[in-house]
């Protein structure tokens, strides 16, 4: 009983060392296989030019509820984002502060009606509609 007993524990171990050794040759052709794509670099993303982000924006724009107070050209309840875009300069710092004030919301800059809050929207998303906002009048982004 004995012997049977340690026949068939010796053939465990050898099955399981011969199964163990299948399995790290299969690893070493994944490892070897994935090298081959190591040698090579992969491309960075190409950064967003400043007329995709505008196209963005207008999406971002088209698709919220601006228009229940903004028209592109004729006042509604707020001003008409061409005369948002006439007031100030296309620049980084405008573009980062009108997007605070979508965010934020607020009154005052146009009369005092307030502008309804957009808590939900990212900072990267607001500026992207600023930016669609304050190129209306044809101003391209300045550094």
Not at 23 to 37: F, H, P
Not at 55 to 64: C, H, I, M, R, Y
Not at 119 to 142: I, R
């Amino acid at each position: 009983m004995k012997k049977l007993f340690v026949i068939v524990a010796l053939a465990g171990v050898a099955s399981f060392a011969l199964t163990s050794c299948g399995g790290s040759k299969k690893e070493e052709e994944k490892k070897e296989e994935g090298d081959a794509y190591s040698d090579y670099e992969t491309a960075e993303p190409k950064a967003a030019s400043a007329d995709d982000l505008i196209k963005e924006g207008q999406a971002l724009v088209d698709n919220s509820d601006c228009k229940t107070c903004h028209h592109p050209t004729n006042k509604i309840i707020g001003p008409a984002h061409a005369e948002v875009a006439k007031k100030y300069e296309f620049t980084k710092a405008n573009v980062s502060m009108l997007a605070g004030k979508i965010i934020a919301g607020g009154a005052g800059n146009w009369g005092e009606i307030p502008m309804t809050a957009h808590p939900d929207l990212s900072q990267a998303d607001a500026e992207k509609m600023a930016m669609y906002v304050l190129s209306l009048d044809g101003e391209k982004l300045k550094d």
